[in-house]
């Protein structure tokens, strides 16, 4: 029987992936993934380190007609810095915020953690635009997803390293940082992994 490399809990929901360097798909080379949800049906998660460079916040909004093109200047300051993210390769143009938990709302808002809510509708969108969002938040378009099994694995064949994913890391760490700071909540360098997939 083998060893499943999951928490003494059962799932991962709530963790950081890190890639590790020889991961073989490039879509997720030196990615941090925050894992949303985490079952015996599969897993989904979100990368939080790679920027959409093609869109911002304001462009969206103005896409999704949630406000006008002269709206966009008159944004509160906290949807200006609301960072949007390439989640993941799978429906790149579905919207997932990951937020504090001071925003819910019922049926549509997943509670991760006691300190990370998901929700994955076009209302958390009008509430930040309007001042009304929650205090932090990080938007993702895309996801990342894995079948029955297939998270665990890729976690035995060494393709990630797992640690704690906090708010900290999600809303307040610089983007461009996440993955050495991630790594250096395992006390760990990147010069001294393998880039070779190996068992342990």
Not at 31 to 47: D, K, P, Q
Not at 124 to 145: D, F, M, V
Request: aromatic share 6%; net charge negative; glycine share 10%.
């Amino acid at each position: 029987m083998r060893k499943r490399l999951t928490l003494e809990g059962g799932y991962l929901d709530g963790q950081v992936l890190i890639a590790m360097p020889g991961m073989e798909d490039p879509r997720f080379a030196r990615s941090v993934v925050y894992l949303c949800a985490h079952s015996a049906e599969g897993a989904m998660g979100l990368v939080i380190n790679q920027p959409r460079e093609d869109v911002d916040l304001p462009q969206l909004l103005v896409q999704l007609s949630i406000i006008d093109a002269d709206d966009a200047i008159r944004l509160p300051a906290s949807a200006e810095r609301l960072s949007v993210m390439h989640g993941g390769p799978v429906e790149g143009d579905r919207g997932f915020v990951l937020h504090s938990a001071d925003y819910f709302v019922g049926n549509a808002t997943l509670p991760i953690n006691q300190d990370v809510c998901m929700t994955a509708t076009l209302d958390i969108l009008r509430a930040i635009a309007a001042g009304r969002g929650p205090r932090r938040s990080l938007l993702a378009l895309g996801y990342a997803n894995w079948g029955p099994g297939q998270l665990d694995d890729e976690l035995q064949h060494n393709g990630w390293l797992t640690c704690a994913g906090d708010a900290k890391l999600l809303f307040d760490a610089p983007v461009a940082r996440r993955y050495d700071m991630a790594l250096a909540r395992l006390g760990v360098k990147l010069s001294s992994l393998s880039r070779h997939s190996g068992h342990a």
